[in-house]
């Protein structure tokens, strides 16, 4: 059974930062590529960052500079740091892993809110 379970919801204000985690068990997590999106309400679920399998991270222009993505192949981890978090940040996140989009899964999602 697959699983990815999302940690580090939270509250925090502008100019804030936070740290998110995703676990995934039941998956050759090295072979997946692994990604975070987001959904603010209204609005349709966004790519924010991810890395590949063997390639560089790749990120939304909304926050390049801002977040950081990375993976940690022995603990099938992967994180996204978050810094000078946006009021326009808030959102739920959701952790995906894709396997050459044969396999697809997603996490529960966790709320970030950005709020003064």
């Known amino acids: 059974q697959v699983q990815l379970v999302e940690s580090g919801r939270g509250s925090v204000h502008p100019g804030g930062s936070l740290r998110l985690s995703c676990a995934a068990s039941?998956?050759?997590?090295?072979?997946?590529?692994m990604g975070w999106y987001r959904q603010a309400p209204g609005k349709q679920r966004e790519l924010v960052a991810a890395v590949p399998v063997g390639s560089s991270p790749n990120y939304a222009d909304s926050v390049k500079g801002r977040f950081t993505i990375s993976r940690d192949n022995a603990k099938n981890t992967v994180y996204l740091q978050m810094n000078n978090l946006k009021p326009e940040d808030t959102a739920v996140y959701y952790c995906?892993?894709?396997?050459?989009?044969?396999?697809?899964?997603w996490g529960q999602g966790t709320q970030v809110t950005v709020s003064s």
């Open positions: 039941g998956i050759e997590f090295s072979n997946y590529a």
């Open positions: 995906n892993a894709d396997f050459f989009t044969i396999y697809t899964y």
